[in-house]
């Protein structure tokens, strides 16, 4: 008990936080420090453990041995310190923080408006930084600690890597009404005439829609490929592409008469689009209403 008494146990809120974001300045943003004072508590934190704790390495910071060793029983301490102190140990409408979500620009158009909105109202000290990068990107970004949620399509995830479905999406096609000579659809062999735009992060990639024409023997031809499908929709008009995207990504365009929106000609699965985290900060409090309030929000889509 007297070794305890000379323990501040703020130090363990500390270790947690960097054992979350192996990062200094992240750890500082996060409990709303200075980076100073958060590279001095991992001093005393090394001194107190006789452990590195964590090591500097490609620009950031990888746990210790010891450091993952102990992680179960720090989580499982701090989970008792708050239920010690009270109920409600994380309160959205007096909390200052930052979440760093990772996304694409269809879970941006899709997601962060209603997201934002509610934080408004419910939560006005939390801030949000969003990131868009491939898929195999936001996975990294996850297990390194990097982001605190992606969205996204994520069939493949590696063991630690938690999930939630927000919702199941579908393809639709988009053409501009010009070009579709007062139809109102495409038969198979008017959309394999036509020139195609894709939404991919890289040239070359394998999409659903390319997988499931390949599998009843056929391919289009893309005309253009771009990383963002809300520069793809302005192409569109007065031009002769197609666009086969998310069905949430149009829903403007379904009431645009310069448009039109039609199912395509073959048979896509449909997807589910979830939200992925790290095993490390499930039980945060924080993240958990974060994570609650993504899923009351994607409800109302």
């Not at 408006?113 to 996850?142: C, F, H, N």
């Not at 890289?202 to 771009?226: M, N, P, S």
């Not at 008009?237 to 995207?245: E, H, Q, R, S």
Request: net charge neutral; charged share 25%; aromatic share 6%.
């Amino acid at each position: 008990m007297n070794t305890l008494r000379g323990i501040d146990l703020n130090l363990l809120v500390v270790l947690d936080a960097l054992l979350v974001e192996r990062h200094v300045l992240r750890t500082a943003v996060r409990l709303n420090m200075s980076q100073p004072a958060v590279s001095h508590a991992l001093g005393r934190l090394r001194h107190l453990f006789d452990d590195p704790l964590l090591i500097r390495r490609d620009g950031g910071l990888v746990p210790s041995a010891k450091a993952l060793e102990i992680v179960p029983a720090l989580n499982e301490a701090l989970r008792l310190v708050r239920e010690v102190v009270g109920p409600g140990g994380f309160d959205p409408a007096r909390e200052k923080r930052t979440f760093r979500l990772a996304m694409s620009d269809y879970g941006s158009a899709v997601i962060l408006p209603g997201l934002l909105k509610m934080l408004r109202l419910a939560a006005p000290g939390i801030d949000l930084v969003i990131t868009q990068s491939s898929r195999e990107a936001m996975l990294g970004q996850v297990m390194e600690g990097e982001c605190d949620l992606a969205l996204g399509v994520f069939p493949d995830r590696p063991e630690r890597v938690e999930a939630e479905q927000l919702f199941v999406e579908r393809f639709v096609c988009l053409a501009g009404w010009e070009g579709m000579a007062g139809q109102d659809r495409l038969d198979m062999e008017a959309y394999l005439l036509r020139p195609h735009v894709l939404v991919a992060m890289k040239d070359g990639a394998d999409t659903e829609i390319d997988t499931a024409l390949r599998a009843i023997g056929h391919a289009r031809r893309i005309a253009v490929t771009l990383p963002h499908w809300g520069n793809a929709s302005r192409l569109i008009y007065g031009t002769d592409l197609v666009l086969t995207v998310a069905r949430k990504a149009l829903a403007l365009y379904e009431r645009d008469p310069a448009f039109v929106v039609f199912e395509p000609p073959f048979s896509i699965p449909p997807f589910p689009f979830v939200q992925i985290w790290h095993e490390r900060r499930g039980g945060n409090p924080a993240h958990l209403w974060l994570r609650t309030a993504v899923v009351g929000m994607s409800k109302s889509l």
